[in-house]
């Protein structure tokens, strides 16, 4: 039995095989090991941005934190960056009591950001009451300003002297223009 094909077709064939050998050839070689490859930096990479989306996501939080304190805050952000003046606080606090003489105690401290200043105040006044008004008023002062313990009262006739030693916390002028 004698098969007959045409030379074109035998050609044709015997060139079908070669491609077909060289596909083989080429994706055991070259395509599947890429692959391998590929599919472990696909892994990466998507480990990678997963990672970044979380980083991200508490990006975006701290910034709303950040935000809505400084919005919360904001009386007390502008109230460091003050400057103490010891005439305005004389003039402004004199209502609450009969005679207000401040005394710096130290030279400023200088602690980190901040600059604090320790400051003896003694005043007379008629009842506690007033005393009691007056850390009211410090509340809502332009200034960071705390009560230092312990408050000396002295009653004087009709009159309460009263010593206590304040600090004065303001931002450092040279660090906050820094940055």
Known sequence: MKINIPRPTLYL????????????????????????????ERITVKKAEK??????????????ELQDLQKKNRNIIIAFDKVFNQERFEKQYKKYFSSLQLSKLATPV????FLSYE??????????KSFYDF????????????????IAFK?????????????????????????
């Not at 200088?110 to 950001?113: A, F, M, Q, R, T």
């Open 135 to 150: 850390i009211e008023a410090l509340n809502k002062a332009d200034w960071i300003i705390g009560v230092n313990f312990p």
């Open 110 to 113: 200088k602690n980190d950001e």
């Open 119 to 128: 400051v003896n105040t003694t005043s007379q006044m008629s009842s506690p």
């Open 155 to 179: 009653r004087d006739g009709e009159l309460i002297k009263s010593s206590f030693t304040m600090k004065v916390y303001c931002a450092d002028q040279n660090t906050t223009k820094e940055k």
């Open 13 to 40: 064939i015997i060139l079908s095989l070669l491609l077909f050998i060289f596909v083989l050839v080429f994706s055991f070689t070259v395509l599947i090991p890429k692959g391998k490859e590929y599919r472990k």
């Open 51 to 64: 990672e970044l989306r979380r980083y991200q996501d508490f990006h975006n939080e701290t910034t709303t």
